[in-house]
């Protein structure tokens, strides 16, 4: 088959691209080959005539969308809206990238596919909207991931949570981590590899919750990285309210999938995953791990 990745480059489109490259043709698409904005610039997708369009591009810096939400909706929603237009004219399946910010954070364990969506800030909004307009056409997965660490980085956000923790460190900067936000943190490796599988063992279309297993606070979550790093900074918990944060967070946004588990595709624990990505980057070379309880 032939699959198009748009933000090939990313975190997330790098380890899909390595993925699907192995078994497909993959055309990857930078920022500077699409602009999702722009309906005439997603033409492109047509001239390659894929299969498949995984759009991976968004406007993710969760605090900035609250000050520019035009541009938030125009990538994250008016975005979407071009690819599955685009996708239903040349009968491709579309695959959405979402988010747990699509859900409120109130529910206290975590969210299934099943579970209502109610976003609290624009981002997560943003995001709703993008599924929605994907739903346009039938042929559509979303892929609701969470809390992303993988080789690449986030190029929006330049790195991710464990590199941003091991800097810090580096730096001998002071480590205040929130200790009331509680998450799945996500490898997107393995994210990458659920995908390929849903497409090749062509499960029904529609939402797929694919995070690791499990959950914690981000403190526990930096708390997991310097453990499995033997070392030993100071780090401090606090409080969500105790940060100066544009965007109201979920308190509570660790997904679950009951179609994962269905299918046979349950996703590894977090903390395993973390393991092998301390090794991926060279940060440590044991991938040999105890599980520690919280
Ligand atoms: N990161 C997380 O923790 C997280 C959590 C949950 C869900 N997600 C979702 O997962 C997806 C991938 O995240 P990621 O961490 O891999 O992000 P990323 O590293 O920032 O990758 C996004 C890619 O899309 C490109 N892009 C951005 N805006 C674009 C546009 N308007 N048109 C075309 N390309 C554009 C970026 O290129 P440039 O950098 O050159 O602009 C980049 O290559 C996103 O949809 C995000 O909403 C992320």
Not at 13 to 21: A, C, E, I, P, Y
Not at 120 to 125: D, E, L, P, Q, V
Not at 264 to 276: K, V
Request: proline share 3%; hydrophobic share 35%.
């Amino acid at each position: 088959m032939k699959i198009a990745i748009i933000g090939s480059t990313g975190q997330l489109g790098t380890d899909l691209t390595k993925v699907f490259q192995d078994k497909h043709e993959v055309i990857g698409l930078t920022h500077q080959d699409i602009e999702i904005k722009d309906f005439n610039s997603c033409l492109v997708l047509k001239e390659h005539h894929p299969n498949i369009i995984i759009n991976t591009a968004a406007f993710h810096k969760t605090d900035r969308c609250e000050e520019e939400p035009v541009e938030t909706f125009s990538v994250n929603a008016v975005g979407a809206r071009n690819i599955a237009t685009i996708s239903k004219e040349i009968e491709a399946t579309t695959i959405f990238i979402s988010t747990d910010y699509v859900f409120d954070g109130i529910k206290n364990e975590p969210y299934t596919e099943d579970d209502l969506a109610n976003p609290i800030n624009t981002y997560g909004i943003s995001k709703l909207a993008g599924e929605l307009y994907t739903k346009q056409n039938r042929k559509h997965y979303i892929i609701r991931l969470a809390s992303l660490f993988g080789a690449a980085g986030a190029s929006g956000k330049g790195g991710n949570f464990v590199e941003t923790m091991i800097t810090k460190t580096k730096k001998n900067e002071t480590l205040r981590v929130v200790d009331d936000m509680w998450m799945s943190p996500t490898y997107t490796k393995d994210a990458a590899t659920t995908i390929e599988k849903i497409v090749k063992l062509k499960l029904p279309f529609g939402i797929y919750h694919s995070t690791n297993q499990g959950y914690c606070t981000w403190f526990q979550f930096a708390k997991e990285i310097f453990r499995l790093l033997r070392l030993n900074p100071v780090l401090t918990p606090t409080q969500t309210s105790q940060m100066k944060m544009k965007a109201q967070r979920p308190r509570f946004s660790a997904l679950r999938s009951i179609k994962l588990v269905k299918y046979g595709l349950q996703m590894r624990e977090w903390r395993e995953a973390l393991c092998d990505y301390l090794v991926e980057k060279g940060h440590i070379r044991d991938n040999s791990f105890t599980i520690t309880e919280y």
